[in-house]
């Protein structure tokens, strides 16, 4: 899911060395850091060519089998330990450097979404019409920060900084929301801080929350009969469906304005002359925080039992899965903020320009080219919108710093062909290399800071309050399709 916006500036505090690294930015970097740099530049070959595969691989939720393997392969050949099937999912892996605290974990994410395949060309043109595509841009995501980890091991290698660092592989954040389970395994609680990014249309910090939701589904269970002979012998399920659907409509009018409800018909019998003895209704519920979305959830399982009532039919309501929003941490993100400025904003060349132009106009969008300027720390806003992410549940367990950089057009569309065409392309690997940047900067600076690390956590705290986590989660799962294993 697509992150959200931005930032004010904050200049770096750091001891300056000599070493100035022309090209990137008017401010000097420490040699330390440029030794960060050099350690993703010098394999940004490697990191591209892994990118591509797995943006070629385009494998959904689940089944991303190869694409865990080429990253956990990776991890393993550059000398982490690495554990892999962790928390029952076949494709979520842990790949750990180093001894000690502080332990520093950063998030890698790697699953495609269906339905939009795309070669890596201006305009609409299907890979393979019909097949699956990173539309959000996770072929650049789980390399970019697994790269990151690499640059932290080295420094490590070097005596620079002592510790852990530890990248999650979390597969399924399109659809299963895998960190779940990673999070009710206790996967997150022995680190110090976390880290990840996200690819979007803008460079800058995340200090925004995101929505929190849940995910149910109702069935209802009715009798067939047959429609025009004897339908007062029937009782349709796909009526119950439609006045909880209603019931939910005029229930709109009062709730808050950050509430969100959506809901997907998937099921109401199969034809016209049967009165429907069974349909099944998928519900989404978001608000801008846990404690306001849990009592729209309550009310609309309770127009779901009026629905049934109604129609004369049994319903049943089974808990899919649901997230929180994200805690900001905005001490972490502060630091984030001065490596971004250190690092200074992407360049691009007249053919990357001229193709996010063909993109805009393919799809409608003012022909206003790419945006890889820093954005400055914006204010955290108490109702950001937008959408969700499975990194609220890990955010909730231990201080997050979140990173949104450049790899599409201004405007572009999210989750559609668009992203997939430019995450195969330089401009999707300059953002990936960028972000990989500022992620190993900004974990060097905490493993070097044990006192940042403290302020984080003390703001973790105070924002956390009394809340303690519980993972939103039915009893049983993953849910591991067949096509998954
Ligand atoms: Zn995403």
């Given at each position: 899911m697509r992150i959200s916006r931005l930032l004010t500036k904050i200049l770096c505090t750091c001891a300056l060395a000599p070493l100035v690294i022309t090209g990137l930015?008017?401010?000097?970097?420490p040699a330390t850091k440029a030794r960060l740099l050099d350690a993703i530049d010098g394999?940004?070959?490697?990191?591209?060519?892994?990118?591509?595969e797995i943006w070629a691989l385009a494998e959904v939720a689940f089944a991303e089998t190869r694409s865990s393997k080429i990253l956990a392969d990776y991890a393993e050949g550059q000398g982490f330990s690495v554990r892999r099937g962790v928390s029952e999912m076949p494709t979520a892996f842990i790949a750990e450097y180093g001894s000690g605290s502080p332990i520093i974990g950063i998030l890698g994410e790697f699953d495609a979404l269906p339905g939009v395949s795309q070669r890596a060309v201006p305009e609409k043109s299907p890979l393979k019409p019909g097949a699956a595509g990173h539309g959000c841009g996770h072929n650049l995501f789980g390399v970019g920060s697994l790269a990151a980890a690499v640059a932290i091991k080295e420094a490590m290698e070097r005596g620079e900084i002592t510790g852990t660092v530890r990248f999650y592989g979390t597969p399924a954040e399109e659809k299963y929301f895998g960190k779940l389970y990673l999070a009710r395994d206790g996967q997150f609680d022995d680190l110090d801080a976390c880290l990840d990014w996200h690819p979007s249309d803008q460079t800058k910090t995340d200090v925004q929350s995101s929505l929190a939701l849940v995910d149910f589904i109702v069935e209802f269970r009715g009798q067939a009969a047959h429609a025009?002979?004897?339908?007062?012998?029937?009782?349709?399920?796909?009526?119950?469906?439609?006045?909880?659907?209603?019931?939910?409509?005029?229930?709109?009018?009062?709730?808050?304005?950050s509430v969100r409800i959506h809901t997907?018909?998937?099921?109401a019998g199969s034809v016209v002359n049967v009165v429907p003895d069974y349909a099944k209704f998928w519900v989404r519920v978001r608000d801008s925080k846990r404690e306001g979305m849990v009592p729209v959830w309550d009310r609309v399982k309770e127009i779901a039992r009026g629905a049934a009532i109604m129609a004369d039919v049994d319903y049943e309501i089974t808990l899919v899965s649901g997230l929180h929003e994200v805690l900001v941490n905005r001490t972490g993100g502060t630091i984030m903020q001065s490596n971004l400025d250190l690092l200074g904003a992407i360049e691009y060349s007249e053919e990357e320009i001229a193709f996010a132009h063909g993109i805009q106009e393919a799809t409608g969008k003012p022909r206003?080219?790419?945006?890889?300027?820093?954005?400055?720390?914006?204010?955290?806003?108490?109702?950001?919108?937008?959408a969700s992410s499975d990194v609220g549940d890990v955010s909730w367990l231990v201080p997050e710093i979140r990173l949104g950089v450049t790899t599409a057009p201004i405007g572009t569309p999210w989750h559609s062909w668009a992203v997939v065409a430019c995450g195969g392309m330089s401009?999707?690997?300059?953002?990936m290399l960028h972000a990989s940047k500022a992620l190993a900067m900004t974990m060097y600076d905490l493993f070097q800071n044990p006192k940042s690390l403290k302020a984080m956590r003390t703001e973790f705290e105070e924002r956390r309050g009394d809340a303690r986590?519980?993972?939103?989660?039915?009893?049983?799962?993953?849910?591991?399709?067949e096509d998954g294993k």
């Open positions: 930015s008017a401010q000097s970097i394999r940004e070959q490697q990191l591209v060519a892994m990118s591509d025009a002979g004897d339908p007062w012998n029937g009782r349709s399920a796909a009526d119950a469906m439609e006045l909880m659907s209603a019931g939910i409509n005029a229930y709109r009018e009062h709730v808050r304005p997907h018909m998937q099921q206003l080219g790419i945006d890889g300027s820093i954005h400055p720390l914006e204010a955290t806003r108490e109702h950001p919108g937008g401009i999707g690997h300059k953002g986590y519980e993972a939103i989660l039915p009893p049983t799962g993953p849910p591991i399709p």
